[in-house]
Structure formats: structure tokens, C-alpha cells
């Protein structure tokens, strides 16, 4: 059983920036493939950012390319976004997501992943 517990989120001006953290329990974290998420109301749930276990290579959604960063600590067993420039259609609740079984459904999938955190709101005003 893996447990996220995302933290960061909050009210931010359009053009400023929020760096989100998820803390992942397990202790082979640096073996999960991990994945941002977000999802705003009335939308689906829509891929952000993905970071993979082995090379740390990164991937992102092409709406937030060059303003996000996905990053990882395996020693402290978290992934970070950091998200630059916002925008208020970046307003929505953001989810962290493990895949603990290199399923190999791409990282834009949300079926990759098993375990998923609880969320926290990022609003942007404009």
C-alpha cells in the first residue's frame, strides 16, 4: 500500500507561481514512475506532468510546457511541481499519481497509475 499526501496548493494572482510537493510512503519510491494530474470543475481529469523511475526524464502536457517543472527526491520519497507563470485555466485540483507496476500505458494515461493522493486546490485569480 503506497500513501500520497500532496501539499502546496493555494490562491495565487495570474503570472505568479506555487510549487506543489508529494510525499509518497513505501520504500521503493525511486521505483515508481510518478504523474501530476488536475482536473477543474466539470472537466475531466487531465495529465500535467510525468517524471519517470530510472532516468528521471521528464514529460508534460503540452498547456503547461515551459512554465511547469515535475522534479524528484527519492531520498526524501517526494516529487515536486513547480509551476511558473499561471494562469486562471490553470485553476483546478491537482492530484499526484504513482504507477508501482512499469505499467507501460504512456505517462499522459491516467489508467497507469495505481495509487493516487487526495488533491489540493490551486486557484488562480485573474
Known amino acids: 500500500q503506497v500513501q500520497l499526501v500532496e501539499s502546496g496548493g493555494g490562491l495565487v494572482q495570474a503570472g505568479g507561481s506555487l510549487r506543489l510537493s508529494c510525499t509518497a510512503s513505501?520504500?521503493?519510491?525511486?521505483?515508481?514512475?510518478m504523474g501530476w494530474f488536475r482536473q477543474a470543475p466539470g472537466k475531466e481529469r487531465e495529465f500535467v506532468a510525468g517524471i519517470r523511475r530510472s532516468t528521471g526524464s521528464t514529460y508534460y502536457a503540452d498547456s503547461v510546457k515551459g512554465r511547469f517543472t515535475v522534479s524528484r527526491d527519492n531520498a526524501k520519497t517526494a516529487v515536486d511541481l513547480q509551476m511558473n507563470s499561471l494562469k486562471p485555466e490553470d485553476t483546478a485540483v491537482y492530484y499526484c499519481a504513482a504507477d508501482t507496476r512499469e505499467d507501460e500505458l504512456g505517462y499522459r494515461n491516467r489508467y497507469k497509475y495505481d495509487y493516487w493522493g487526495q488533491g489540493t486546490q490551486v486557484t488562480v485569480s485573474s
Open positions: 513505501g520504500r521503493t519510491f525511486s521505483s515508481y514512475a
